[in-house]
């Protein structure tokens, strides 16, 4: 089979792990001979540097019509002045926008022969093993009215969050769908004891439960949900909450796993239902670190493990993303850790390095 993948390496590191999933993405080919299509594009600080915006129209559309896109991460110091006119981060929202991809998948896993790399007891982390939905499209991040004024009594700012029931059910149908191919338990966020927009949440969790009577469904304040990533999170299973949220709580859920670097995501603009193919948007959710960029130590697993999302998503194809999870497995059975989760016995490998070692588990 053939397909047409759109490369936007981003900023910082972005490029160098993005770079080792292609790798990836050429080895599956070879392997089971598919033919994948690549064309790169710049976006986020590097397309403001060269081209005066953070994403071009060209860009947006060759997104648009690719079978998936894969992402490296945009942003850095150089630009984060809070009065300049435009900024990386515009770009990643406007793709998310364009391309129409509402729900943002995060498996959080916790591998045995990491356990003891974490800052959490061994005994915390045993069973870890959940994916965290998070809403990407509405919200504080999208809604309007936005911005900031002046008034006599100084600056005020305004943010609104705002969700109509269509966009709550769409995402919360993801992790209902999700938890019926896992082990059928769904736990709902919101903050329904202050917000409206929770409530409103809360009571569409109840009715879309109807449907599913084969998930359990239960309701957690988003408070007492960050409390027991902490203490218990084996506990869960399919998390999904609202955009704001879900961005606290996956960044949170990182940490059990021993390192960012570790973790993919997939970005979907359609419920994932087996035989159905979703446009999809495919990044490991680290940033940029710039302070690192250029020196070959970044952990590329997190893109490599996206690319294996993107083949079950977007290309349909399970057993090529099995064998990459199974790839990425092996290579940390047998010692190899880049710097972020180096320990005293293993291998210590570069970016390049780990991204050869799973090409060669795969091949």
Not at 58 to 67: H, I, K, M, P, T
Not at 124 to 140: C, I, K, Q
Not at 141 to 169: F, L
Not at 295 to 318: E, H
Request: hydrophobic share 40%.
């Amino acid at each position: 089979m053939d397909f047409k993948i759109a490369v936007l390496g981003g900023d910082g590191i972005g490029p160098e792990v993005t770079a080792e999933g292609v790798k990836i993405l050429e080895a599956v080919g070879r392997v089971f001979g598919h033919g994948f299509s690549l064309e790169t594009g710049d976006v986020g600080g590097i397309s403001i540097d060269k081209h005066g915006t953070p994403l071009l129209p060209e860009v947006a559309e060759l997104a648009g019509s690719a079978d998936a896109v894969l992402f490296g991460a945009v942003g850095g110091p150089r630009w984060d002045d809070p009065a300049a006119p435009m900024h990386p981060e515009d770009g990643l929202l406007q793709l998310r926008a364009h391309l129409g991809v509402f729900a943002n998948i995060r498996p959080v896993k916790v591998y045995p022969m990491l356990i003891e790399s974490s800052v959490l007891k061994p005994e915390v982390l045993e069973g870890v093993d959940m994916v965290v939905v998070r809403e990407l499209t509405g919200g504080l991040y999208y809604a309007q009215p936005k911005g900031r004024s002046e008034t006599p009594q100084g600056w005020t700012a305004v943010d609104t969050m705002r969700y109509s029931e269509g966009e709550i059910e769409r995402v919360l149908r993801v992790g209902f769908e999700l938890a019926r191919g896992r082990r059928k338990k769904l736990t709902s966020v919101d903050k329904a004891n202050v917000l409206e927009c929770s409530r409103l949440w809360r009571q569409t969790a109840t009715r879309l439960g109807g449907e599913y009577p084969d998930v359990e469904l239960e309701h957690v304040l988003v408070d007492a949900c960050a409390m027991q990533l902490i203490q218990r999170p084996s506990r869960f299973d399919v998390i999904v909450s609202e955009n704001t949220f879900g961005d606290i709580l996956t960044d949170e859920a990182a940490v059990l796993a021993a390192s960012m670097g570790l973790l993919p995501s997939a970005s979907l603009s359609d419920v994932p239902v087996a035989g159905r193919r979703t446009t999809g948007f495919y990044e490991p959710i680290h940033g940029t670190a710039p302070d690192i960029a250029g020196q070959g130590i970044a952990n590329p697993t997190g893109s490599i493990l996206s690319v294996a999302l993107m083949l079950r998503y977007s290309l349909g194809l399970t057993e090529e993303a099995v064998s990459i999870e199974r790839a990425v497995e092996q290579v940390l059975d047998a010692g190899a850790r880049t710097p972020d989760i180096f320990a005293e016995g293993a291998q210590q490998v570069s970016t390049a390095e780990m991204g050869d070692r799973v090409v060669s588990a795969l091949e």
